[in-house]
């Protein structure tokens, strides 16, 4: 049996702030931080990382550097990015459920 598998790449799916708000919760949730970083990095690349990069307030290198697996940027780079992103961080007691 001789099958062609398309290369999935999930920057094809990030095409609305929906969908790039709950990919970001979804990595957020599981916390592990080189997900995140690669997560924002799939981000960066939906939405031009050269504009990501400007509306930071980081040159693109630096952004790129930042986000690459390994990375470990300060938080105030993170924040940047995800207010780049329009995105914000959100708190909650573990308890409660959010919605699937």
Known sequence: ?????????????????????????RVF???????????????????????????????RENLYNALKPGAKPRFDIILRVCRALGVELVTQPHNVQTPA
């Open 29 to 59: 949730t599981d916390g592990d931080s080189d997900e995140i970083l690669r997560a924002l990095g799939h981000v960066a690349r939906a939405r031009a990382l050269a504009k990501l990069a400007a509306d930071s307030g980081l040159g």
């Open 1 to 25: 049996m001789n099958k062609n598998l398309i290369p999935f790449d999930i920057v094809a799916e990030l095409d609305s702030d929906e969908a790039i708000a709950e990919y970001l919760r």
